[in-house]
């Protein structure tokens, strides 16, 4: 199974970035996916997940009403449009996906992961 995220750069606060992640070696419709974040040092931190339909989405607060999470399952992509990016939301981000019947923000509940992609958001 590979999960590759790519997408990340520098850009100056209140801009926007789209993140995408290109999934192989799995039935990429059985899965629930996810991006998450991670600043070094830290322990990595939920954004947001979508089911493997498409019709159920969840969002960290932080990120609630400025991201949305989207995929496309003939393509086996899953997408996270950042939008009025602030300095806070500078970190790694992962794309990960979980073989699970319910949604649940943890990293725990994931079975792959992406390597990561940077976003650097600039004052």
């Known amino acids: 199974v590979q999960l590759q995220a790519s997408g990340g750069g520098l850009v100056q606060s209140g801009g926007s970035l789209k993140l995408s992640c290109s999934a192989s070696g799995l039935i990429f419709a059985h899965y629930n996916m996810g991006w998450f974040r991670r600043v070094s040092g830290e322990e990595r931190e939920f954004v947001a997940q979508i089911s493997w339909s498409g019709s159920r989405t969840n969002y960290a607060d932080s990120v609630e009403g400025r991201f949305t999470i989207s995929r496309d399952n003939a393509k086996a992509m899953v997408y996270l449009q950042m939008n009025s990016l602030k300095p806070e939301d500078t970190a790694t981000y992962y794309c990960?996906?979980?073989?699970?019947?319910?949604?649940?923000?943890?990293?725990?509940?994931?079975?792959?992961w992406g390597q990561g992609t940077q976003v650097t958001v600039s004052s």
């Open positions: 990960g996906a979980a073989f699970t019947e319910h949604m649940q923000p943890s990293d725990d509940v994931f079975d792959y």
